[in-house]
């Protein structure tokens, strides 16, 4: 499943260090196993440039809402091409199922991916010494600049 080694390999670049930094491990055999529950369960939407995986954010319904179990942009193309493809992907699928919130986890240690997420519009919601829950009413999403257009 080449997908899967993609996102993999991606998470692995990206997350060991914030991971780490919150106390917890990044195993590849675990990430590779919750990877493929969240394939099974959600959907998943990518950029590649080739067969190159530049982005991909996976969602999973839930009661109410649907949880953005990853978002992730490989450091060399943290750009706005790349960033404006993945979320009118994303609004699509949004549209798609009607759905009116979306849900985040993240380590207090990812300050990027902090300020990413409050760059969408999503705010703090539940804490713990951990991390925090991040709440996106998707009316506010559709506001957001990259999504001019659609």
Do not use: C
């Not at 991606?10 to 493929?36: S, W």
């Not at 994303?90 to 240690?109: K, P, T």
């Amino acid at each position: 499943m080449a997908a899967l080694d993609d996102y993999l390999a991606l998470d692995l670049l990206t997350l060991r260090a914030h991971t780490e930094a919150a106390g917890d491990q990044l195993d590849p055999a675990e990430q590779a196993a919750r990877l493929r529950e969240a394939l099974a369960l959600g959907e998943v939407v990518e950029v590649r440039q080739g067969a190159l995986l530049q982005a991909y954010s996976m969602l999973r319904p839930q009661d109410g809402y649907w949880l953005v179990t990853a978002f992730n942009t490989h450091p060399a193309h943290r750009n706005g091409g790349v960033l404006r493809a993945l979320l009118q992907q994303l609004w699509l699928r949004v549209q798609a199922h009607g759905i009116q919130e979306l849900r985040s986890h993240v380590y207090h240690s990812n300050t990027r991916s902090l300020a990413f997420h409050r760059k969408l519009g999503f705010v703090p919601g539940r804490q713990n010494a951990r991390g925090v829950e991040l709440i996106l009413p998707v009316a506010r999403l559709r506001e957001h600049a990259l999504l001019t257009g659609l």
